[in-house]
C-alpha cells in the first residue's frame, strides 16, 4: 500500500469528487478523514470505507468557519496522531451572468473556495511542520483555474486563486518538506456538474445536449467526461511523488481542454 502509516483529511468529501479521492487514498493505506459540512453525510461515506476494511471518520466541517476548520482538524489529530495529507476539495457552483450575480452569492463562492482552502491549510500547517514531518496540500482547481467561461465569474477567480496559494505554500513549506498542488480537472459528471446543464442551457439559450456537447465537452480532444478516477488517480500519484521536484504545479486532468 503506498499510503500506509499517512493520514489524509479530504474536505467536501462525502460526495462527488471529494468522496471518490477518500477511497482511493483508504484503499492505499492512509487512514482518512472525511470532511463536510453534512456530518450525516460525512459519517455516512466514511463507515463506508471502514466497511471495505479502511480505516476512517467522518468530520463535520463548515470550511469556511475558522473555529469548525479547526476543531474539526483537532479532532482528526486526536483521532490519527497527525495529518500528512491536505486535499482542499470542498466547493459549489453557482452559474448566472455577472450583472445579474448577487454579491452575497460572489461572497459565498470565494469563502467555500478560496476561506475554506486558506483556513484548512493554517490549521494542518502545524501538524506539518512539526519536526519537519512533511506533508502534501492538494487543492482542487479547474480548467477554470486557466481558462473563463461565461456564467462563471466567482468561480473562475476563486481556481484562479488557489494557483496563487499553493505556489506561495509550494515556497513557504520547502523547509518543511511540505509540497503543494492544484489538481485542475475538466468536467467530472457529478451531481455538482449534472445541476448545471439545464441552468446553463436557460442562460445560454440552448439545450441541455448542447451544453453537455459544445460547452462541457467541445474542447476534449476525444469528447468524454473525466472521471473521478482520473482525478483520484492524479491526487494519489502527488501525494505519493517522492520529493520536491514536483511542487507547486497545477495538473490539467481534462482529455486535453487546455494544454499546457
Not at 8 to 20: F, H, K, W, Y
Not at 48 to 70: F, L, S, W
Not at 132 to 148: K, L, P
Amino acid at each position: 500500500m503506498k499510503l500506509a502509516g499517512k493520514t489524509a483529511l479530504v474536505t467536501g468529501a462525502a460526495s462527488g469528487i471529494g468522496r471518490g479521492i477518500a477511497r482511493m487514498l483508504a484503499h492505499e493505506g492512509a487512514a482518512v478523514a472525511v470532511a463536510d459540512i453534512d456530518a450525516a453525510a460525512a459519517h455516512t461515506a466514511a463507515q463506508a470505507i471502514v466497511d471495505r476494511g479502511g480505516r476512517a471518520i467522518g468530520v463535520p466541517m463548515d470550511v469556511t468557519d475558522e473555529q469548525a476548520v479547526n476543531a474539526g482538524t483537532q479532532q482528526v489529530v486526536e483521532a490519527f496522531g497527525g495529518v500528512d495529507i491536505l486535499v482542499a476539495n470542498a466547493g459549489i457552483q453557482i452559474v448566472n451572468p455577472i450583472q445579474d450575480y448577487a454579491f452575497a452569492d460572489w461572497k459565498r463562492m470565494l469563502a467555500i473556495h478560496l476561506d475554506g482552502a486558506f483556513l484548512t491549510t493554517r490549521a494542518v500547517l502545524p501538524q506539518m511542520y512539526r519536526d519537519d514531518r512533511g506533508g502534501t496540500v492538494i487543492y482542487m482547481g479547474s480548467v477554470h483555474s486557466h481558462e473563463a467561461s461565461p456564467l462563471k465569474s466567482a468561480y473562475v477567480t476563486a481556481k484562479h486563486g488557489v494557483l496563487g496559494l499553493a505556489r506561495v505554500l509550494a515556497s513557504e513549506g520547502a523547509a518543511h518538506n511540505v509540497r503543494s498542488h492544484v489538481v485542475c480537472p475538466g468536467f467530472v459528471r457529478t451531481p455538482l456538474v449534472e445541476k448545471q446543464i439545464p441552468e446553463q442551457a436557460r442562460e445560454l439559450g440552448i439545450s441541455e445536449d448542447e451544453v453537455v456537447q459544445r460547452v462541457m465537452l467541445g474542447g476534449t480532444v476525444d469528447g468524454v467526461f473525466t472521471t473521478l478516477e482520473d482525478v483520484a488517480q492524479t491526487v494519489l500519484f502527488l501525494c505519493t511523488f517522492p520529493s520536491a521536484a514536483l511542487t507547486g504545479q497545477s495538473i490539467v486532468v481534462s482529455h486535453g481542454w487546455f494544454m499546457q
